[in-house]
């Protein structure tokens, strides 16, 4: 498989769908490292293909379109390894596995080298003036272009669509952050589990953030298994949700995962205003916008208490890497703001189709 630009689109489709039926079919064996041990040659198409997208994916400021989707549908099945959905034991016979762990840290290595070109680093300043300066800038910003669209553009169909696309991350919500809150007790850690605890109900499934995302779906009269839709979700948006998993799976990052979760509960109300209105326009029910409507009230909070009660306070304690939270918050604004554009290019493509 060679992407360029003379290669025709529908091809590349093909030989991108090919390989990740191999990789697919690698998952699913019983013991892969013994597999690969006792068969090297299993996997050396495999690897020399990889090669090649992971080239073509981050050769410039694009890359091929093709090649990033299929790096980020593989990063994702490995990720969400680190989650337990509840199904059968023997899916899971691999998450201790070498191949996929050397897989998942030479892709990460290519794309996190990429993504680093998309924000200028700050390090200068006064920090706790650069956080509370952006926050401040996100809690109620100008509507961009894309969030007018969603408001005041798409149709039924493409409110559904948005669903679609948002379920596969909006029913396991918040996981990744379960993966921070292991370890030594103390205020910002108390936060943080805070923080979760309302994303979780409080213990009340009902009340549960997936379960409002959840009523929804089932209030459109579509599917709210997880990941029902996860053929429709762009790569920009797999993008999005793998970074969360980079971040939260090394504590080295945990500064950097704390910025973007500044980020990500500042940005929400405002976002989710947005979608929430589209939803009223369309005439749907109470229930096919409570996911946006809780959100809405509960972020505001969570937004003022990420700043004030964990992100300064981080600052005191590490003082000499603190500004990895500004670069974490300007980079998920950017990954965010990309994946909301692809979202919306998804359904001007389907309501136009």
């Known amino acids: 498989m060679n992407f360029n630009s003379q290669t025709d689109s529908t091809a590349l489709d093909f030989a991108c769908q090919e390989l990740e039926d191999e990789f697919v079919r690698l998952l699913g064996l019983d013991d892969l490292d013994r597999v690969i041990a006792d068969n090297p040659k299993k996997v050396e198409s495999f690897n020399s293909e990889l090669e090649v997208t992971l080239s073509d994916a981050f050769k410039n400021d694009e890359g091929c379109p093709q090649a990033h989707l299929f790096l980020q549908r593989i990063l994702y099945r490995i990720n969400r390894l680190k989650l337990f959905w509840y199904d059968g034991l023997e899916n899971y016979a691999n998450e201790d596995s070498s191949f996929l762990f050397s897989l998942r840290l030479k892709i990460e290595k290519a794309w996190q080298d990429w993504e680093e070109g998309n924000v200028i680093q700050q390090n200068s300043g006064d920090l706790g003036v650069a956080l509370r300066n952006r926050v401040e800038e996100d809690l109620q910003p100008e509507p961009s272009s894309d969030g007018l669209i969603i408001r005041n553009e798409i149709s039924r169909a493409g409110y559904q669509r948005f669903l679609a696309i948002s379920s596969l991350d909006g029913l396991v919500e918040a996981s990744q952050l379960s993966r921070m809150l292991g370890g030594v007790g103390n205020e910002v850690q108390t936060m943080l589990t805070r923080i979760l605890w309302e994303e979780y109900g409080s213990g009340k499934f009902s009340r549960k953030h997936s379960t409002y995302f959840a009523a929804m779906l089932e209030e459109c009269g579509m599917d709210s298994r997880p990941e029902a839709y996860f053929d429709l979700v762009p790569w920009e948006v797999l993008a999005n949700i793998n970074h969360s998993f980079f971040l939260s ?94 979202m919306v290019e998804s359904i001007r493509r389907f309501e136009f189709s």
């Open 249 to 342: 799976e090394r504590k080295k990052n945990f500064l950097r995962y704390v910025g973007g979760l500044l980020y990500t509960e500042v940005s929400v109300p405002s976002a989710f205003q947005n979608i929430k209105m589209a939803g009223t326009r369309l005439g749907m029910g109470d229930n096919a916008i409570s996911y946006w409507d809780i959100h809405i009230r509960e972020d505001i909070r969570h937004g003022q208490w990420m700043l004030e009660d964990v992100a300064l306070p981080l600052i005191e304690k590490y003082s000499e890497q603190a500004w990895d939270m500004v670069k974490g918050y300007d980079q998920q604004k950017f990954i965010s703001a990309r994946s909301a554009s692809a």
